[in-house]
């Protein structure tokens, strides 16, 4: 019976011993992973242009309002507030936002004017509200905890497009047939023309292609560094590096930000000048 009872005894502490091994086993395994996050290592820098729908976490359809209509409805919003509520004064000695106001119609009338020449005026509130949606859309997206809507393709594609199909009926529409002149360059030997007329009928077709990647390719590039960069600020070994690498590149962005509207923009204005100017 003793014999019994001390063989009973021996396996209750073998199996206290195995189940206190791999209760340990996992609280190390546990920590080891957490350790692993924690030293931020452990990034996914294109989570943050996930689209999330605003309300609840059910599957985004078309009509599903998501953190991409917020953010754009709030890029309308700034428009609106400075161009409208902003000017809405229209006085002689213009406040600072009305300043602002002027100085972004000024700036997009001259463009206009020098690119498409007098003619090209009439479509230049198109012009502006192009560059103002597309800057302020660009901007919001550096705001913390924002979103960056230019960096989705689905969004710059819409835009890009537009100005294609657009500048493309306006060009049939006031020249007619005289709009295929445009890939016919008549300055060339003659046995180049068709040669030539092939490469620029495949250079139009893929005007809206870049028109569009461009834009939400460098707004994406952007933002992924500097969350790449963000990640490492988590080690001390790096954090000052890190930190300043992440100040430069934000500084960076910003110019990016302008300087993307503006080429978007100038674009969209050297194609309206094919459009009424097709001849070469």
């Known amino acids: 019976m003793a014999s019994h009872t001390a063989t009973e005894t021996t396996e209750a502490a073998t199996h206290g011993a195995e189940a206190t091994a791999a209760h340990g086993g996992?609280?190390?395994?546990?920590?080891?992973?957490?350790?692993?996050?924690?030293?931020?290592?452990?990034?996914?820098?294109?989570?943050?242009?996930?689209?999330?729908?605003?309300?609840?976490?059910?599957?985004?359809?078309?009509?599903?309002?998501?953190?991409?209509?917020?953010?754009?409805?709030?890029?309308?919003?700034?428009?609106?507030?400075?161009?409208?509520?902003?000017?809405?004064?229209?006085?002689?000695?213009p406040s600072r936002v009305q300043s602002v106001g002027e100085l972004f119609y000024g700036f997009t009338h001259k463009m206009v004017e020098d690119v498409c020449g007098k003619e090209g005026l009439k479509y230049f509130p198109y012009v502006m509200t192009l560059f103002v949606f597309i800057l302020f859309a660009n901007f919001l997206g550096l705001l913390p905890m924002s979103f960056a809507t230019t960096s989705h393709i689905a969004v710059t594609a819409v835009l890009g497009f537009g100005v294609f199909f657009g500048v493309t009926i306006l060009g049939f529409v006031l020249n007619g047939p005289s709009f295929l002149k445009l890939f016919w360059m008549s300055e060339a030997p003659l046995f180049l023309r068709p040669i030539i007329a092939v490469i620029e009928l495949i250079s139009y077709f893929v005007r809206p292609v870049s028109h569009s990647v461009r834009l939400a390719g460098n707004?994406?590039?952007?933002?992924?560094?500097?969350?790449?960069?963000?990640?490492?600020?988590?080690?001390?070994?790096?954090?000052?590096?890190?930190?300043?690498?992440?100040?430069?590149?934000?500084?960076?962005?910003?110019?990016?930000?302008?300087?993307?509207?503006?080429?978007?923009?100038?674009?969209?204005?050297?194609?309206?000048?094919?459009?009424?100017?097709?001849?070469?």
């Open 219 to 280: 707004i994406t590039a952007g933002h992924a560094v500097m969350k790449v960069f963000a990640a490492f600020a988590g080690l001390a070994i790096v954090s000052p590096v890190s930190i300043l690498a992440i100040t430069a590149i934000y500084g960076l962005e910003v110019l990016v930000a302008g300087i993307q509207a503006y080429v978007f923009a100038i674009l969209t204005c050297v194609y309206l000048k094919d459009a009424l100017h097709p001849a070469h």
């Open 26 to 93: 996992d609280a190390v395994a546990q920590g080891a992973d957490a350790a692993h996050d924690a030293g931020g290592l452990v990034f996914h820098p294109l989570d943050q242009f996930i689209v999330k729908p605003l309300f609840g976490d059910g599957a985004v359809h078309w009509y599903t309002p998501t953190n991409v209509t917020l953010w754009l409805a709030l890029a309308v919003l700034c428009v609106v507030l400075l161009f409208v509520v902003g000017s809405r004064g229209r006085a002689t000695i």
